[in-house]
C-alpha cells in the first residue's frame, strides 16, 4: 500500500495535513489509527493550531502497537527514535496505508535520524510544508528555530525536543534562520 510522509517547520499545517488525508479513509469502512508520541506534550491528542483535531492514542514507541489497523496516521514522527522505520517498513509490506507527519529538520538544519530512515522506504507521496516566517512574516518558512526566551539556541539540545514551554519555537525562512553553520 501507499507511503505519505508529510514534513515541514513548526506552525506549518503537518497535523492538519495529516487529520485531512487520513479522515476520508473512515468513509470508506477502513479501520484507522491515530498515534502519536508520549513526548508530545503540547496536546492530548492530535490537534493543529487551527483547532482542527483529532482521538490519537499516546504511545512510547511505534513498536507498542498491538491492535490491528487498515491505515495508520502519525504525528510527531520525529519523536520516535529511528528504528521505528523498521516497524513502518513492515507494516508497508503487509499492506497498511501510513500516513506520518512531522518535522524533517532539527533546530540546527539537520536531518532527523528517522525522517533520513523513512525517506530510504521511498514514500509514494512527500508532501513538503512551508510557513510563514515569524521574523520577515513572508509564506516561505522551512526552518525551526528554537529560542531560550529572546536568545537562539545554536547547539546543545537533542534532536527530539517536547513542546513543554521551556522553548519558543519560531518557523523561519532561509535568510531569518540563523546557524552557526548555514
Known amino acids: 500500500m501507499a507511503f505519505t510522509l508529510i514534513l515541514g517547520p513548526m506552525k506549518s499545517g503537518k497535523s492538519l495535513e495529516l487529520i485531512a488525508r487520513v479522515a476520508p479513509y473512515k468513509f470508506a469502512d477502513k479501520k484507522v489509527l491515530?498515534?502519536?508520541?508520549?513526548?508530545?506534550?503540547?496536546?492530548?491528542?492530535?490537534?493543529?493550531?487551527?483547532?482542527?483535531?483529532?482521538?490519537?492514542?499516546?504511545?512510547?514507541?511505534?513498536?507498542?502497537?498491538?491492535?490491528?489497523?487498515?491505515?495508520?496516521?502519525i504525528d510527531e514522527i520525529h519523536m520516535f527514535d529511528s528504528l521505528g522505520y523498521t516497524t513502518v517498513s513492515k507494516w508497508l509490506k503487509n499492506g497498511r496505508e501510513v500516513f506520518a507527519s512531522g518535522l524533517d529538520l532539527n533546530y540546527q538544519g539537520k536531518m532527523i535520524?528517522?525522517?533520513?530512515?523513512?525517506?530510504?522506504?521511498?514514500?509514494?507521496?512527500?508532501v513538503s510544508k512551508t510557513a510563514v516566517c515569524d521574523v520577515c512574516k513572508n509564506y516561505c518558512a522551512i526552518y525551526t528555530q528554537i529560542l531560550n526566551g529572546n536568545k537562539i539556541i545554536k547547539a546543545g539540545l537533542p534532536d527530539i525536543i517536547p513542546e513543554d514551554g521551556a522553548y519558543v519555537y519560531q518557523a523561519r525562512c532561509r535568510n531569518c534562520f540563523i546557524n552557526k553553520e548555514l
Open 34 to 73: 491515530y498515534v502519536q508520541p508520549q513526548l508530545n506534550v503540547r496536546d492530548k491528542d492530535i490537534k493543529s493550531r487551527l483547532g482542527v483535531g483529532i482521538k490519537a492514542q499516546k504511545i512510547k514507541s511505534l513498536n507498542d502497537i498491538t491492535e490491528s489497523f487498515d491505515v495508520i496516521g
Open 113 to 126: 535520524p528517522i525522517i533520513k530512515h523513512l525517506l530510504e522506504l521511498k514514500p509514494e507521496h512527500i
